[in-house]
């Protein structure tokens, strides 16, 4: 069974579902990059207080990461994962699961955001738009590209569809 499991996608993907999922069902430990990026105002952390703590937490012998965290470090949790799992869900489907999530926070804060932050703001908002769009049009082809790397392809779960999920689930179990 994969003991370190990658989870990429676009924001508003289905990430943290997944992770939250796959960690209860193979009792791993998850690693939410947004816990460790974010202060409780939205705003980024020191890069260098981000780094440090997700080397740290990978340094555990099992793990999900939730996220990516600074680019810079994308080879290297690639490199250490069993199992890579991208969530490549076309963009309108991403857009309308972004509004769910943000009507949903209006209740019920996301567990994995840190303790006291809003979501529930227009700027925010707006600012998760316009990176949504920045990922699907920029950052997801050249993922896929460096995906598609040998040394990564016989890692790699290209989830397409929801139904595809439950494929994520049988072949980490293997």
């Not at 490549?88 to 303790?115: G, T």
């Not at 769009?133 to 040998?150: C, D, V």
Request: charged share 25%; proline share 6%; with cysteine.
């Amino acid at each position: 069974m994969k003991r370190k499991i990658l989870i990429l996608g676009s924001i508003a993907s289905g990430k943290t579902i997944l992770a939250r999922r796959l960690g209860k069902a193979f009792e791993l430990p998850v690693i939410h990059v947004d816990s460790l990026e974010f202060n409780t105002d939205l705003s980024k952390k020191n890069i260098d207080l981000i780094r440090t703590n997700l080397k740290s937490a990978l340094d555990r012998p099992e793990w999900i990461l939730d996220g990516h965290g600074p680019l810079d470090m994308l080879p290297s949790h690639l490199k250490s994962a069993d199992c890579i799992v991208f969530i490549d869900f076309p963009y309108r489907w991403n857009v309308l699961w972004l509004i769910k999530r943000q009507m949903c926070s209006l209740f019920r804060p996301r567990p994995e955001m840190p303790k006291g932050a809003n979501e529930w703001n227009w700027n925010h908002f707006i600012k998760m738009l316009q990176t949504l769009q920045k990922q699907h049009q920029l950052m997801n082809p050249e993922l896929l590209r460096i995906l598609q790397r040998p040394e990564n392809q016989s890692r790699l779960i290209h989830v397409k569809t929801p139904s595809d999920l439950d494929e994520v689930v049988r072949v980490i179990s293997s």
